[in-house]
């Protein structure tokens, strides 16, 4: 009665985090990306930052997708919800709006 997945496809979910946080990682490794990301109050540059990078992220995991029993998936919610833990609920917002005006342009027929 289970529904049965491949292992390829955990395995293609698992490569696309893994690439998605190595992105983050790298990011925070530069000085002043790692100065905003870490900041207990963020200026407008620091969230600006957040966003184009974030934003960027989320319109690459729409791209990514994986196919689980004939439904598209993708981490594209994930990148919402990291977002908005680290830069706080306006910049989530944001991302999540770039995501779904990418997502919009890019099936107009399905929406």
Do not use: H, W
Not at 70 to 90: C, F, H, K, Q, S
Request: charged content about 15%; proline content about 2%; aromatic content about 10%.
């Amino acid at each position: 009665m289970g529904v049965k997945i491949k292992m390829s496809t955990f395995f293609s979910l698992f490569t696309c985090i893994a690439i998605y946080l190595l992105i983050i990682y790298a990011a925070s490794k530069v000085r002043q990306a790692n100065e905003y990301l870490i900041a207990e109050k963020q200026d407008l540059t620091g969230k600006v930052i957040i966003t184009i990078l974030f934003g960027g992220m989320i319109m690459l995991t729409s791209k990514q997708g994986i196919v689980v029993n004939e439904a598209y998936t993708n981490i594209r919610d994930a990148v919402a919800v990291i977002t908005t833990l680290i830069g706080g609920p306006i910049v989530g917002i944001i991302v999540s709006l770039i995501g779904a005006v990418f997502e919009f342009l890019r099936y107009p027929r399905l929406c």
